[in-house]
């Protein structure tokens, strides 16, 4: 399986900053995905990644907090933006060749603003 | 919407247990059934992956078993060992492209 590497694996940031998340591939992969997990909850899908366009975001997120790009089959990042203490979570890349295909996840990002 | 379950969140066993992580979902319309393990601070690890035509699936340790119809999954892991400990997730794959994540259940194998 791909391996996968994400940076940084975390950071303490202040409130009304943003922060850069990067996730990078060893191989081409068709599809990644970013996730939040707060503290204490399942894993929720932000967006999907689409190569050379805008992502596909899900309901409740929004691309002027969360910009992503993709501008390769090896590489996405995902900005926090505006960040606040509402954003301390457990932020992860994961990637998949087909529809269904497993997917794989990177290690995450623990992100804490404080 | 789809909406998936386990019960217990947290199970502790003493070391060398047979045991079954129990995962449901409400919506059978799904590709395919992932279960992930967490370690602390870690990403996920795919575990297994069982695709909706199957009804098993077997690594090592490790079986995982689906019904659709039901709407229920489960992990059975023999002889648990103290490296086992971690948080065990089951996510399924729907005809919404997405996958949709269980909880977890926090698994603490005693020496």
């Known amino acids: 399986s791909a391996v996968i590497s994400q940076k940084p694996s975390r950071d303490i940031c202040q409130r009304g900053t943003s922060l850069t998340i990067q996730c990078q591939v060893d191989s081409q992969v068709t599809m990644m995905f970013w996730y939040r997990q707060q503290p204490g909850q399942s894993l929720t899908l932000i967006a999907t990644a689409n190569q050379g366009s805008e992502a596909t975001y899900e309901s409740g997120f929004v691309i002027d907090k969360f910009p992503i790009s993709r501008p390769n089959l090896t590489f996405s990042t995902l900005t926090v933006s505006n960040m606040s203490p509402e954003d301390s979570s457990i932020y992860l890349c994961?990637?998949?060749?087909?529809?269904?295909?497993?997917?794989?996840f990177g290690d995450g990002t623990r992100l804490s603003i404080l | 919407k789809q909406e998936v379950t386990q019960i217990p969140a947290a199970l502790s066993v003493p070391e060398g247990e047979n045991l079954v992580l129990n995962c449901s979902f409400t919506?059978?319309?799904?590709?395919?059934l992932q279960w992930f393990r967490q370690d602390p601070g870690k990403g996920l690890t795919s575990l297994l992956l069982?695709?909706?035509?199957?009804r098993e699936q077997t690594s090592g340790r490790l079986n995982a078993s689906l019904d659709k119809s039901s709407g229920r999954s489960t992990l059975y892991i023999a002889a648990s060992q103290p490296g086992d400990s971690a948080t065990y997730l089951c996510a399924v794959f729907g005809a919404n492209s997405k996958l949709t994540f269980g909880k977890g259940i926090t698994l603490s194998v005693r020496p």
């Open positions: 994961s990637v998949a060749d087909r529809v269904n295909q497993p997917q794989h």
């Open positions: 069982i695709q909706s035509s199957q």
């Open positions: 919506d059978s319309a799904i590709y395919n």
